[in-house]
Every structure is written in structure tokens, then in C-alpha cells.
């Protein structure tokens, strides 16, 4: 079996081996700086449930589905990104949100709570390569070529909650919208409402597959804007003519999939029913039976019969989490090969408790803070999400 898969060029921030080195423009490779117990320590589990009851309320941790069990089974709430943005913001209360996911998600709980709250990342190298896929400048240069076509006025920027602050920010400036995979199609009808071009960010899939597959859109209405080449690889008439201008930016798991996996499943388990992210190729959603946000993919699963057959395209912690709560049901991981999200599993047990044995101590570790001035444009942005119909 071939993949035509092609890595794209490289991305604009350096990629570090995880835990080795630090590169202050992202979150890729910081050590931890704190005393890490041993993965082995017998008593993990007895230390965290210690130090949460210590804390009490003063503490809420928020999980998401790709986090490793040993992780989840200490969260307040697990959820998908949307779900858990609006989690963070229901809980002025608790002093320390301990965010169990990836340092974007963290940036949009400190966003969204308020200045006396601290918002805890258990370990920094949990960034996500889709992120660094698309940093402020790369964007500014973009938008600076959208004003010289004299287009800028009839673009509306709507990112993805997996980006960057700054990105948010820079979102929020222009008068666009946060989405998530769970909202997609809602935010791009607002954005079309308010003007007749959309520049999509960083994830191209999400945007590729909401616009044509949900919207109606053709898949020659989108562009892709490669921010490694000059003018994005466009020509001017390119850039007029879109509706949607994708950049190019892609997740390292869901980008795995491929047909010939769909197909090959397909031959092998009579009746599957192949269920997918968003964030998966085109061509992959365009051949699958289901597409939707983890949180989706959960309740349709909870939904099916006992006895159907299941191949699911999303992070391996989430599917092995679904087959283990349902028995009854033949529930496979669509790839053959192991697809967890590195960055999600760096938070640990080890980290999480690490982190709230920090809190109980007295000291605040790894607080992820966004700056006021980009916090106030992204949270407009945000805000505007969260009032979506
Ligand atoms: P959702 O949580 O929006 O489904 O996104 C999946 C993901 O890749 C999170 O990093
Ligand atoms: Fe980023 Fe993909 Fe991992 Fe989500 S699953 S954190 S989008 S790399």
C-alpha cells in the first residue's frame, strides 16, 4: 500500500526533540523545572487523589479526549476543545484551572477567565504542530498582500482554536471568528454573512472539508495559501476568485489517514462504518460514513448498535478509550500503525502530579499568561464564537 502523503516545508518555529533544548518562540522541548517523581512511583495515583482533595475547589482540571486514561480519570470535565473553552469560562471560582491538553487550549482558558484565575499546562513541551504552523508574521504578510490586492475588505479571518493567541489576536483585530471542529460550518455562515471571502486558518482540512462537503462550496472556490512561498504561491486572479482561502497548515495525526487505509478497512470488516475528524484529508472524509469533532465521534459511537463495526480516524487514546466502554461493539483504529498525538502525551501522571503537589506547596507552576493587549482581541474573536447561533 502507497501514501501519497507529502510533508509540507518546514514549519516556521523549531522543531526540537521533545523534552531536549528550548526555542523561546515555542513550546517545543522545555524541560520540566521542577522535581519530576518516577513514572514507576507505585504512588501516583494515592499522590495526585491527595493533592486534588488538598486542594479541594480551588483547583478544577479540564482533560481532553486524547489525554492518556492516567490522566483523564483525575479531570473534572473531559471534552473536546469547544466544550472545554466553554468549561474554563463557567468556573470563575476556581483559583487554578489545570488544563490536561495542548498549550493553545491553555492560552484560551487564561483568555477566557478571569485576571485572578491561573491557568496551569502540567508539562510546556505539549504545544501542537499544527500551531506552529502558522505564526503572527507569516499571517501579517498574508494580510498585507490581501490590502495591496485591494481584497482585504472582503476578507473575514476565522481561525481554529488549535492556533496560537497571537493568531487569535490577530483574528479578533480583523473582526473574524474562533472556531472549533464542533462549530465549523456555524462560524463560515457568519463569516460569509459579513463579507465574501474567508481566509481559514492554519488547518486547511477543516476548512477544505466544512466549505465544500457542509457549505456547498467546490473545491475550486479554495485556495491554499503556503506561506513558504512568495505571495503564497498565488496569482493575484487565484486570490480574487476564492471564496476560501486556505492556509497551509495540517495536524501530523489526522493528517495520516488515507484512502487506501479507508478502502482497505472497508475489504477487511464487511458493514464498517468509518467514522472521522475533520481535520482528516479531504479525500479520507469524502470517503468515510461519518465526520465530526471528538465529541461527535463519542456520541455517535454511544448511539450505535450492539454488534456494528466501527473504524475510527482520530487520536489513539480517544479510540482505545471508546473500544474499552464498549465492549459490545467492534470498534478498530482506522490506521494500521499507532497514531497517538505526541504532544498530547506529554502530559502525564508523573506532570499532573508534579503540577498540583506545586499548587498544594504554595508555588504556581507552568502558568500559561496571555498578553492584555492580544488577550482583549482574542477574547472578541473567541466571544464572537461562543455567541454563534
Ligand atoms: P476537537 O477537540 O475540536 O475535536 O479537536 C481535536 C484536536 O485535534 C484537538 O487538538
Ligand atoms: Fe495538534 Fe493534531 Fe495533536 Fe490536536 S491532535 S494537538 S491538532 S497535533
Redesign the pocket.
Known amino acids: 500500500m502507497t501514501s501519497t502523503w507529502v510533508e509540507p516545508s518546514n514549519t516556521a518555529t523549531a522543531l526540537l526533540l521533545l523534552g531536549r533544548g528550548t526555542d523561546p518562540a515555542s513550546e517545543a522541548g522545555v524541560d520540566c523545572p521542577g522535581d519530576l517523581p518516577s513514572p514507576s512511583d507505585p504512588d501516583l495515583v494515592a499522590r495526585a487523589m491527595a493533592a486534588k482533595l488538598a486542594l479541594g475547589d480551588r483547583v478544577f482540571v479540564l482533560g481532553h479526549h486524547?489525554q492518556r486514561d492516567e490522566v483523564i480519570q483525575f479531570a473534572d470535565v473531559t471534552g473536546d476543545s469547544f466544550k472545554l473553552a466553554r468549561e474554563a469560562a463557567a468556573r470563575p471560582d476556581a483559583e487554578f484551572i489545570v488544563f490536561c491538553g495542548?498549550h493553545f487550549m491553555a492560552e484560551s482558558a487564561d483568555i477566557l477567565t478571569t485576571d485572578a484565575q491561573k491557568v496551569i499546562l502540567p508539562d510546556l513541551a505539549a504545544g501542537?504542530?499544527?500551531?506552529d504552523m502558522a505564526v503572527l508574521s507569516q499571517v501579517e504578510t498574508a494580510w498585507d498582500l490581501f490590502e495591496d490586492l485591494g481584497i482585504a475588505g472582503d476578507v473575514v479571518p476565522v481561525t481554529y482554536m488549535?492556533s496560537s493567541a497571537d493568531i487569535k489576536g490577530f483574528v479578533g483585530r480583523n473582526k473574524g471568528v474562533v472556531c472549533t471542529s464542533s462549530n465549523a460550518k456555524r462560524a463560515l455562515d457568519w463569516a460569509f454573512e459579513q463579507g465574501s471571502k474567508v481566509f481559514f486558518l492554519p488547518d486547511q482540512h477543516l476548512g477544505r472539508n466544512t466549505a465544500v462537503l457542509e457549505m456547498g462550496y467546490s473545491l475550486d472556490d479554495c485556495v491554499l495559501y503556503d506561506p513558504h512561498k512568495p505571495h503564497g504561491g498565488l496569482a493575484p486572479e487565484q486570490l480574487r476568485n476564492a471564496k476560501m482561502i486556505l492556509w497551509r497548515g495540517h495536524?501530523?495525526?489526522?493528517g495520516r489517514f488515507t484512502l487506501p487505509v479507508v478502502e482497505e478497512v472497508r475489504e477487511r470488516v464487511p458493514g464498517v462504518n468509518v467514522l472521522v475528524h475533520p481535520?482528516c484529508r479531504h479525500e479520507v472524509v469524502t470517503a468515510a460514513d461519518y465526520v465530526g469533532s471528538t465529541e461527535y465521534i463519542i456520541k455517535t459511537v454511544e448511539a450505535a448498535p450492539a454488534g456494528s463495526a466501527w473504524a475510527i480516524g482520530t487520536?489513539l487514546n480517544l479510540v482505545r478509550r471508546l473500544a474499552n466502554a464498549h465492549p459490545d461493539k467492534q470498534i478498530m483504529f482506522l490506521d494500521r500503525t499507532v497514531c497517538y498525538?505526541s504532544?498530547?502525551n506529554r502530559i502525564d501522571l508523573p506532570h499532573l502530579v508534579w503540577a498540583l503537589e506545586e499548587l498544594v506547596a504554595g508555588r504556581t507552576p507552568n502558568q500559561i499568561t496571555v498578553d492584555p493587549d492580544t488577550s482583549a482581541y482574542a477574547r472578541s474573536a473567541l466571544d464572537q464564537m461562543l455567541a454563534l447561533p
Do not use: Q
Not at 128 to 131: Q, Y
Open positions: 486524547y495542548v501542537c504542530s499544527m500551531a488549535n495536524c501530523s495525526v489526522h481535520e487520536e498525538c504532544t498530547m
